[in-house]
């Protein structure tokens, strides 16, 4: 089955360490994104990807770093930078934008991080 | 800058009734697409409906019809015959071609209850 798999579902963390967050698709997708959600609130944008070995950063991207090697795969890394890194995160993917073409973002199951 | 603002951050609906969920955004691409998702208490987020800027017609999809006004820059949600199982967070999202980048950004989101 296609889809996108974020790993682990659950991870703790200890203060001053970094740690990284796995988003892999067989989706054959070429955009990637990773979302910030703390809770009751909104969506925020960490980086994303429109294709290989190219990235932008989003709103929130101070303390964490992507990487884009691979079509598939779409790392996060939380460094210790990240001053409240305590939450719910999110990776999505989508075919390419075009006008007029309903493009809409594929999520995976999430991963909720906790420092400790 | 691209903004999406959602300015109800929780509503009540009667089982069998039909509500409304506001969404107003800001952009200066002049094509970009507008999308619902809806994100249960399990944290998944599910895909609801398009609505691309060149659309002429409102999009609808089963239950769900979504109110474009394009001069007002909004696109509101409406749910129709609202079951116990649409008790959910609701976010409005748009992408837009700015810079060629495929930005896709949300709003706060909505939390909406359906009573029985």
């Known amino acids: 089955d296609g889809g996108i798999t974020q790993s682990p579902k659950y991870l703790f963390r200890k203060e001053g360490q970094n740690v990284t967050l796995s988003c892999e698709q067989n989706l054959n997708h070429d955009a990637m994104y990773w979302y910030r959600q703390d809770p009751g609130q909104g969506l925020r944008l960490i980086y994303y990807?429109?294709?290989?070995?190219?990235?932008q950063k989003g709103d929130i991207a101070e303390g964490y770093s992507v990487s884009r090697e691979k079509k598939e795969s779409f790392p996060l890394t939380v460094t210790s930078a990240q001053k409240n890194p305590t939450a719910f995160y999110l990776c999505?993917?989508?075919?390419?934008?075009?006008?007029?073409?309903?493009?809409?973002?594929?999520f995976g199951q999430g991963t909720r991080l906790t420092v400790v | 800058a691209q903004k999406i603002t959602q300015t109800q951050p929780g509503m009540f609906v009667q089982e069998k009734e039909a509500v409304t969920l506001d969404c107003t955004y800001d952009t200066s691409d002049p094509s970009y697409g507008l999308f619902w998702y809806k994100q249960p208490s399990s944290g998944e987020m599910i895909f609801l409906i398009y609505q691309g800027s060149y659309d002429q017609q409102n999009a609808t999809e089963g239950r769900y019809s979504l109110n474009f006004q394009k001069a007002r820059k909004s696109a509101n949600l409406v749910i129709s015959a609202s079951q116990l199982g649409d008790s959910a967070m609701y976010f409005c999202a748009m992408r837009g071609l700015s810079g060629n980048t495929g930005k896709l950004i949300f709003g706060q989101g909505t939390t909406l209850q359906v009573k029985p």
């Open positions: 990807s429109q294709i290989v070995n190219d990235f």
């Open positions: 999505a993917s989508s075919i390419a934008w075009e006008a007029g073409v309903n493009t809409e973002a594929f």
